[in-house]
């Protein structure tokens, strides 16, 4: 199975997983608490949000060990529920690296859940990382080995975890970039910069020196130079939108190739099929090798298509219509619509008196003009209104869902991403929430009732697109609002609720997912891919 890169995303020292939780940690009933309660330091409540639950895991679980929380003390279970290290540890913030983990802030223990090191001089020891752990100590930053040893001395004002064998530190107000034997890659001239596992793929990293933007690599290399006005990341794309010192745009590359543009344009969305919709006095196209494909003019307006086709029009005249081209640009066709959209499917939406239709890539009328609202289709179907109302049509005009609903938009939009690499996530089944009346519910693409339309409240809570299996939407939902809110976990890729039977569901990894069981919010339960229950506990210990 795949193993997901830990999404660990620089926060001081903490990955985000915590911050996953507090969304489902914060809507859970608070509980009186019990007499014997340990005392936390204000750091422990801040860092840990201790007392709001007696069990969440932090991370994902590593070399079938998960760390839980019993009896208001941390201990390991196994896949199959099974202590493995009883609970003993007042923190225990992440799962086994290398046979090691770290507990109670300043003690590694081995998988036997002996402490093997401990200095209590040390205010924190974060997560491991490339085989080493950031650890402030005496009020600076240094990082451990899994031993215990500081190979890189605690010397910082600040620092990364590492990531492809790289981090950054502080001093004097400055980064720089090191190895893992903390040698310095650079010099301490980085002024800002964004570091993360979000550019472990792109393997370059957005910095700020003599106050302009680059792209730097793990070797400390500037691939692109500092010279622009803005931040230029690479998050798995290749491609990216420069505005340079002197004032003129330009396209960069991944590789560090700058191609400079003429004059100083904007760039409008994402580059679609190797073309870019630029903004100057008026709207135009620009391919990605830098060559402009159309000239932008005064009030011109352009519609770029997935395709790769555009639609042009001159707005200073009302009665013109837009014209249609290849990507190659010749003709598709002309037309005296006024009002077009993008292709999608190889069909786009044109208004023809006052009614939206369908038409093909030759301009004729595939759909009939009968809509008084129509939308982009995606796998095979498309929202339109119709007498108020709005339902689906497939590619041939033929109805999918009546139309019936007062409201019907998108439950999540397509161009997230997932699994922290930008990838953009493949929806085989789009959802899209409906209301009718007061109440709200979710259908596919398909025209199958997801969730009954009959909640007072139903949104997308959060979206986790990290995931290794498939991604997972959660909702937040109710049938009262007065009665508080619940949420169930859907199947982004498929379209399809998963675990029913839970809420707040989060996934563990290695196919272990976490929940709260429906009807019970005193336990929190950890069950596998198959929804089999392996572990239990609750607020009552």
């Not at 036997?112 to 974060?126: C, L, P, T």
């Not at 100590?137 to 500081?150: E, M, S, V």
């Not at 049509?393 to 109805?399: D, F, H, L, V």
Request: proline letters at 3%; a positive charge.
């Amino acid at each position: 199975m795949k193993k997901r890169v830990k999404y660990r995303k620089y926060m001081g020292i903490f990955g985000v997983s915590i911050l996953m939780l507090i969304a489902a940690i914060s809507l859970s009933p608070r509980v009186a608490l019990a007499g014997n309660e340990p005392i936390y330091h204000e750091w422990d409540k801040a860092q840990e949000h201790v007392g709001l639950s007696h069990l969440w895991f932090t991370d994902r679980a590593e070399n079938g060990l998960i760390p839980v929380r019993q009896n208001w003390k941390w201990g390991f279970i196994n896949y199959q529920g099974k202590f493995v290290i009883k609970p003993q540890f007042q923190l225990a913030r992440d799962a086994f690296y290398q046979g090691v983990a770290v507990v109670n802030r300043n003690q590694l223990i081995n998988s036997k859940g002996k402490v093997i090191f401990q200095d209590k001089s040390i205010e924190y020891i974060g997560g491991f990382d490339n085989g080493l752990a950031i650890a402030k100590k005496n009020g600076k930053i240094g990082y451990l080995n899994t031993k215990g040893k500081f190979v890189i001395s605690p010397t910082y004002e600040a620092g990364t975890s590492f990531y492809n064998q790289a981090a950054l530190v502080k001093k004097n107000g400055k980064w720089a970039l090191i190895n893992t034997k903390g040698k310095l890659l650079t010099a301490f001239n980085i002024e800002d910069k964004e570091y993360g596992t979000a550019y472990r793929k792109s393997g370059v990293f957005p910095v700020k020196i003599n106050g302009q933007w680059g792209s730097m690599d793990y070797k400390g290399q500037l691939v692109v130079p500092a010279e622009f006005r803005n931040k230029i990341e690479f998050r798995g794309n290749t491609l990216e939108w420069g505005l340079h010192r002197d004032a003129y745009s330009a396209i960069v590359q991944q590789d560090g190739l700058v191609i400079p543009l003429d004059k100083q344009y904007h760039s409008l969305d994402e580059p679609q099929n190797g073309l870019w919709k630029i903004q100057g006095s008026g709207e135009g196209v620009v391919d990605v090798s830098g060559k402009i494909i159309v000239e932008p003019q005064d009030e011109q307006k352009v519609i770029l298509s997935g395709d790769g086709s555009y639609a042009v029009r001159d707005m200073k005249d009302p009665s013109a219509g837009w014209t249609v081209y290849k990507k190659d640009q010749t003709l598709l066709f002309e037309s005296k619509y006024t009002d077009i959209q993008a292709f999608s499917e190889d069909l786009a939406a044109v208004k023809l008196n006052q009614k939206w239709g369908y038409v093909s890539k030759q301009g004729d009328i595939k759909i009939s003009a009968q809509y008084e609202e129509a939308n982009l289709f995606q796998m095979g179907s498309a929202v339109i209104r119709k007498n108020g109302k709005y339902g689906l049509i497939g590619t041939r005009g033929e109805i999918i869902l009546p139309t019936k609903y007062d409201e019907m938009v998108p439950l999540f939009e397509r161009s997230n991403y997932m699994n922290n690499q930008i990838e953009k996530v493949t929806t085989k089944n789009p959802l899209y929430r409906v209301k009718l009346k007061k109440n709200y519910g979710i259908v596919d693409s398909r025209g199958k009732v997801v969730m009954d339309v009959k909640y007072e409240i139903l949104d997308i809570d959060r979206t986790d697109y990290y995931h290794d299996i498939d991604p997972i939407a959660t909702i937040q939902y109710a049938l009262k609002a007065k009665d508080g809110s619940i949420t169930t976990a859907i199947n982004i890729e498929t379209g399809k609720r998963i675990f029913p039977k839970y809420e707040f569901v989060n996934y563990l990894g290695d196919g272990m997912y976490s929940g709260i069981p429906l009807g019970n919010k005193s336990k929190y339960v950890i069950f596998n891919a198959k929804g089999k229950e392996v572990f239990r506990s609750g607020f009552d210990g």
